[in-house]
Nanobody, 123 residues
Framework: QVQLVESGGGLVQAGGSLRLSCASS????????LGWFRRAPGKEREFVAA???????YYADSVKGRFTISRDNARDTVYLQMNTLKPEDTAVYFC?????????????????WGPGTQVTVSS
């Protein structure tokens, strides 16, 4: 069983930055692909970024060039550095882990989910 807990959300002005962290329990963190998703008010959950077990990354077009996903296998933690934030980035952000090492942009490919952390960007 894998448990994920996000942290680092909060309120920030447009143009600002936040770094989200997601700590994982379990002994198989390094072999799993990890992803970040978000759900804005009134919208469905959407893909943000993913990283494979080997470190390959993939981003949604809406965040490419502004967000960076990274992982620290020694700390069993995945990060999402968010720069140049926009009001449309306001959402609950979730981290997720796959059973496999290959990344995916589909939420159905992820087996474990954190409870989420709120990010609010004011204009």
């Amino acid at each position: 069983q894998v448990q994920l807990v996000e942290s680092g959300g909060g309120l920030v002005q447009a143009g600002g930055s936040l770094r989200l962290s997601c700590a994982s329990s379990g002994r198989t963190f390094s072999s799993r692909a990890l992803g970040w998703f978000r759900r804005a008010p009134g919208k469905e959950r959407e893909f943000v970024a993913a990283i494979s077990s080997g470190g390959t990354t993939y981003y949604a077009d809406s965040v490419k060039g502004r967000f960076t996903i990274s992982r620290d296998n020694a700390r069993d933690t995945v990060y999402l550095q968010m720069n140049t934030l926009k009001p449309e980035d306001t959402a609950v952000y979730f981290c997720a882990a796959r059973a496999y090492g290959s990344l995916s942009d589909s939420d159905r490919a992820y087996l474990y989910w954190g409870p989420g952390t709120q990010v609010t960007v004011s204009s």
